[in-house]
């Protein structure tokens, strides 16, 4: 049986071919990552394995299994939001937030490979993520924010 860490927590996983971002929102409650365009296009359903971003929607939990998996439930820590949550707050980059989780996981990925990302390695690490509200431009902001807030 494999087994799958996700936020810290251990998990059997009965079925390796049961998809990724199903097993996460229906069977085990993290709502957070979003099912947009179930094609690995919209970047809504973007987790973390192992530190770096990944279409949960194009996934079977098989293919993951051993992987260390972060959601958007798992950033804030001793009730304290991750500093990139914490950025978007400040820079109002939500409107329907249905994107947010996507960009978020995202952009720690992102930060993960490269503490300083330049602007276009940010707009090409979120390139594949899709906003319908179009807040692309506070977006980038907040992920500039906390670029620059990591540099000090
Ligand atoms: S739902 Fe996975 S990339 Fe769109
Ligand atoms: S904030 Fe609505 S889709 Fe991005």
Redesign the pocket.
């Known amino acids: 049986m494999d087994t799958l860490t996700v936020n810290e927590q251990p998990h059997e996983a009965p079925r390796p071919q049961r998809n990724l971002l199903s097993y996460l929102r229906f069977d085990l409650g993290l709502t957070g990552a979003k099912y947009g365009c179930g094609e690995g296009l919209c970047g809504a359903c973007t987790i973390l394995v192992d530190g770096q971003p990944l279409r949960a929607c194009m996934t079977t939990v098989g293919a993951v299994a051993g992987g260390r998996l972060t959601t958007i439930e798992g950033l804030a820590s001793d009730g304290a939001l991750h500093p990139v949550q914490q950025a978007f707050v400040a820079e109002q980059a939500?409107?329907?937030?249905?994107?947010?989780p996507g960009f978020i996981m995202g952009t720690v990925g992102l930060l993960n490979r490269e503490q300083h990302p330049s602007r276009e390695q940010i707009r090409e690490a979120l390139a594949e993520h899709m906003?319908?509200?179009g807040?692309y431009v506070r977006i980038e902001r907040a992920v500039q924010r906390v670029a620059s807030e990591a540099a000090r």
């Open positions: 939500m409107q329907c937030g249905y994107c947010i906003c319908r509200c807040t």
